[in-house]
């Protein structure tokens, strides 16, 4: 049956990317996590979607150019509510160990974001913080970049890894230089990779949040699902089921 993966954390109901997402993540009984991962000023791994803090917290910068001290003086709750007013911006390293600590068991997705901005060192810094843990949970990497998934693979052959895309031009170009596990596109471009899917891999398609759309996964026997209301697609996950 289709699993759920929650999108940035419980996205839809929490501040995306911060331990109080992760947390409710778990709550409500996610198969997976996915979330997003770039490089200080200083070399350290951050977790937050965007290149910069504008969107999501009362800062302004971009990342690689801010320090991590500097990024954690930032609130990243109040943007979303009130009620989230001094979350922070979390370390991935404090993402693992939120999870272990919670008894999270299923997969976590960790997307390098290096299709705008290339950080030097990024996988290597994932790969090695990776290696220091023994977590309860699967992990694979994601990119928009095959580039950076070629590079991966390259480090260690064994690691799971699923190519990312929202064009028809960057799946075919990712398909031809990559060995990979499973394709993550796009919800528009579902129909299209059932045809162009060849060789059968698993798919894990976001970001699916309206009824219909996750039921109709369900209905294709969809590997996974990035969703941003994982207890909503856990119901109807559940009445399907019935």
């Known amino acids: 049956m ?3 993966f929650a999108h940035r954390g419980s996205k839809g109901t929490h501040p995306e990317n911060t331990l109080a997402s992760f947390k409710e993540a778990v709550h409500v009984g996610s ?4 979330l997003d991962v770039h490089l200080t000023k200083d070399g350290q791994l951050v977790v937050i979607h965007d290149e ?3 969107r999501t917290t009362n800062g302004t910068g971009e990342i690689r150019n801010l320090t991590l001290a500097k990024i ?11 009620t989230f007013a001094g979350e922070k911006i979390p370390t991935l390293e404090e993402v693992l160990l939120l999870l272990k600590e919670l008894g999270f068991n299923g997969q976590l997705n960790i997307e390098l974001k290096t299709d ?4 030097e060192g990024l996988v290597e810094k994932c790969l090695a ?5 023994t977590c309860p949970f699967a992990i694979v990497y994601s990119s928009f970049n095959p580039y950076t998934l070629v590079e991966l693979k390259k480090i ?5 890894i699923g190519l990312l895309f929202e064009s028809k031009e960057w799946a075919n170009k990712g398909d031809a230089i990559l060995k990979k596990e499973s394709y993550h596109p796009d919800l528009k471009l579902l129909d299209w990779t059932l045809d ?3 060789n059968q891999l698993p798919l894990r398609v976001w970001t699916v949040n309206e009824d219909k759309d996750i039921n109709r996964c369900f209905e294709l026997q969809i590997e996974a699902i990035f969703t941003d209301y994982p207890e909503k697609a856990l119901q109807l996950k559940e009445n399907y089921e019935r």
């Open 72 to 82: 954690k003086d930032l609130d990243a709750g109040s943007w979303y509510n009130a």
């Open 52 to 54: 910069t803090v504008d």
């Open 31 to 34: 198969d997976g996590i996915e």
């Open 116 to 119: 705008i901005i290339q950080y």
């Open 2 to 4: 289709t699993k759920i």
């Open 196 to 198: 162009w899917n060849k």
């Open 156 to 160: 260690k052959p064994s690691q799971e």
């Open 129 to 133: 913080l990776q290696g220091t843990q």
